[in-house]
């Protein structure tokens, strides 16, 4: 199993340019999210998936879009990329949303925005 | 308020030492606990989940009181390798809230 994977790893974008961060994962998990990692804010929620076709947004989604058309793809679109949107973007996924369930995150794609 | 505070640290430790890290929670509601462990530039990993009979996991004991919105990680004999930024997590049922995470650098 490949487990999560994400790209790009990294990417540099211009002010109002738009672009796709995509996530795969190859475990037949229902669960999927996107995070964003700040320093000194911790990991935040962005969109939350319980299964292709549902998602939902999570703390922070102004900005970003997402869509879940099938089990293993979870892809987050940014569509007008701000400096606030400078970030490292994390997706994880895990059997459901229920009680002790491990989540499993792909490695991270480092975003710039200029 | 966050939904998860934690002490940032950073802790700084000798080889061999104890170290306990502690964390609250805003949500009464919430369902289940974890901590986790990330190294510098990589994503974050299960350490252990803490239930409220407490747990262990070899050098690393989890506790969990609900009653204060409490979570703690006790590091027994710290090896060099458990360097790190450790997360405690939250699971409010749709949701995961992470707290910005606590810095353990263990000096030989």
């Known amino acids: 199993n490949a487990g999560v994977t994400q790209t790009p790893k990294f990417q540099v974008l211009k002010t109002g340019q738009s672009m796709t961060l995509q996530c795969a994962q190859d475990m037949n998990h229902e669960y999927m999210s996107w995070y964003r990692q700040d320093p000194g804010m911790g990991l935040r929620l962005i969109h939350y998936?319980?299964?292709?076709?549902?998602?939902d947004q999570g703390e922070v989604p102004n900005g970003y879009n997402v869509s879940r058309s099938t089990t293993e793809d979870f892809p987050l679109r940014l569509l007008s990329a701000a400096p606030s949107q400078t970030s490292v973007y994390f997706c994880?996924?895990?059997?459901?949303?229920?009680?002790?369930?491990?989540?499993?995150f792909g490695p991270g794609t480092r975003l710039l925005v200029l | 308020r966050k939904e998860v505070e934690q002490d940032p640290g950073p802790f700084n430790v000798p080889e061999g030492a104890t170290v306990a890290f502690n964390c609250t929670y805003s949500n009464s509601a919430s369902q289940s606990f974890f901590w986790y462990r990330q190294d510098c530039r990589k994503e974050p990993k299960l350490l252990m989940s803490v239930y409220s009979s407490g747990n262990e996991d070899g050098r690393f004991t989890a506790q969990l009181n609900r009653a204060s919105q409490y979570i703690s990680l006790l590091i027994r004999d710290s090896k060099l390798s458990d360097s790190a930024t450790y997360l405690c997590?939250?699971?409010?049922?749709?949701?995961?809230?992470f707290g910005t995470g606590t810095s353990l650098t263990v000096i030989p």
């Open positions: 994880a996924s895990s059997y459901s949303n229920g009680n002790k369930e491990t989540q499993y």
């Open positions: 997590v939250v699971n409010t049922g749709n949701q995961f809230y």
């Open positions: 998936s319980v299964g292709a076709g549902i998602t």
